[in-house]
């Protein structure tokens, strides 16, 4: 079945360094991938997203590149602030009615 | 445009105790789900909605009831409200998959109901 797998956190980061978070993913059929993102206390927003191989999802710094040889969408960002402090979930979904989350990498970024 | 809400924002319960979530969206969506978070264990779906008047269970639908009988609303109930229910608990929508082909595109999330269970 369809599945994502993400890197497992806590992740702590001094502002301004470079962040990745790697996420691969299983499914049967030709998925559509995205990041979310989770603010304390919030709901789930998204962040970005891409639906076909090679595609370039970004938004607010932030990029990942839909990778289908290799089935990942791993995130990134040049330059991370406090204010990315969060949790940052990898999600898909495929011909059915369902997204399908990974577990989530919170992100402490110290000043 | 409110996009999804969800009432209420925080509940406590007893154990047996039952109660109603609501969740609303604005936006015309054919599908709405409900998830649960829990730490360490991500977001769990528990029961979904493809349309008014149509329900379908999720990954851990034990427990919990749901109506769809209006298109922008759906409902979550527990009858009898145990600790292992103690939870975050999040509405979400989307369009219908059949817009996209086949694949559903961003799902939308209301801001969340924190339930504790005594």
């Known amino acids: 079945g369809d599945s994502v797998t993400q890197m497992e956190g806590p992740v702590t980061l001094s502002e301004e360094a470079f962040l990745t978070i790697n996420c691969t993913y299983t499914?049967?059929?030709?998925?559509?991938l995205f990041w979310y993102v989770q603010y304390p206390g919030e709901g789930l927003q998204l962040l970005l997203k891409?639906?076909?191989?090679?595609d370039k999802g970004s938004n607010k710094g932030f990029e990942a590149t839909y990778r289908k040889e290799t089935t990942s969408f791993h995130l990134e960002k040049g330059s991370v602030q406090v204010s990315d402090s969060a949790v940052y979930f990898c999600a898909l979904s495929d011909t059915g009615n369902q997204f399908y989350f990974g577990t989530g990498t919170s992100l402490t970024v110290i000043p | 445009n409110a996009g999804v809400t969800q009432t209420p924002k925080f509940r406590v319960l007893k154990t047996g105790q039952s109660m109603t979530l609501l969740c609303a969206q604005d936006m015309n969506h054919e599908y709405m789900y409900w998830y649960r978070q829990d730490p360490g264990m991500g977001l769990r779906l528990i029961h979904y909605s493809v349309g008014e008047g149509t329900t379908a269970k999720g990954e851990v639908p034990d427990g919990y009831n749901v109506s769809r009988l209006k298109k922008q609303n759906f409902l979550l109930g527990l009858e009898s409200a145990a600790p292992s229910q103690t939870s975050v608990y999040f509405c979400?929508?989307?369009?219908?998959?059949?817009?996209?082909?086949?694949?559903?595109?961003?799902?939308?999330f209301g801001p969340g109901t924190r339930l504790t269970v005594l």
């Open positions: 499914a049967t059929g030709y998925p559509s």
């Open positions: 891409a639906t076909k191989a090679d």
């Open positions: 979400a929508s989307s369009y219908s998959g059949k817009l996209t082909g086949l694949r559903i595109d961003t799902q939308y």
